[in-house]
């Protein structure tokens, strides 16, 4: 909940015209269900903002049964160092045994996690990037999420990888992950322009100085891995 509210208030302070969320993990997951609840609650500003999110891209998620020493294994892996490794150890064992020590507050995060993920609004259009050979998060999963969200009349797009490892789809193809991006982008930032102008012309189509004159900035928010104590990103960058 920290990040997303550290999100909200960047995003306030910007108040940039469209931007798109692009998470990672599980983790990311969860933040960006806690940022569309601030965004979806009674404020109205927080409502606009909203209303100016172009499109959602899914890092290597989501799993529909994510287990709680997936973080240790993926310490193990995700490592290069023997600093890092104890570093990540002791944060993803402590995390592990929590999780297993409350295993009725886990089991009910497990719950509401998926019942959030598969009944998200399907206003905003969603970018999966994924990969078979992805240990942490089957996907099985995330090709489960995806028709699922389809059937629901969320517009999905998807690209898997197949070799890479997890969230390291960048890292092994990089000209193919920016190429994703790059076209995922470009073709939601037209349609949300789109119905934004098409809106302000049904709104006010007896007066042409009320037709939508907005700039086309846009804002990325990248939000990593199952880990909370991972670092945010430039929020505010400008594609």
Request: net charge neutral; with cysteine.
């Amino acid at each position: 909940m920290a990040v997303a509210l550290e999100i909200v208030s960047r995003l306030e302070n910007s108040k940039p015209d469209y931007w798109v969320i692009h998470t990672f993990s599980n983790g990311g997951g969860y933040m960006y269900l806690c940022l569309r609840r601030l965004l979806e609650g009674s404020h109205p500003s927080r409502r606009s903002l909203l209303e100016g999110c172009a499109g959602v891209i899914f890092d290597s998620m989501p799993s529909l049964n994510p287990s709680p020493f997936a973080s240790v294994f993926f310490a193990c892996t995700a490592s290069q160092t023997i600093s890092e490794l104890g570093s990540n150890l002791a944060w993803s064992l402590g995390y592990s045994l929590r999780s297993v020590l409350t295993c009725p507050i886990w089991g009910n995060r497990l719950g509401w996690y998926r019942k959030q993920i598969l009944g998200m609004s399907t206003d905003i259009p969603e970018l999966y990037l994924f990969s078979d050979a992805d240990t942490i998060i089957s996907s099985d999963d995330i090709v489960q999420v995806i028709e699922l969200r389809r059937q629901r009349g969320a517009v999905c797009s998807s690209v898997n990888f197949v070799t890479s490892s997890h969230v390291n789809h960048f890292g092994m193809f990089p000209t193919k992950y920016m190429g994703a991006i790059r076209g995922f982008v470009g073709d939601a930032l037209l349609a949300v322009r789109k119905n934004h102008d098409d809106a302000a012309r049904t709104s006010s189509s007896s007066s042409s100085s009320s037709t939508s004159t907005s700039s086309s900035s846009l804002v990325a928010a990248g939000v990593g891995s199952s880990s909370s104590s991972v670092s945010i990103p430039s929020i505010i960058s400008k594609l």
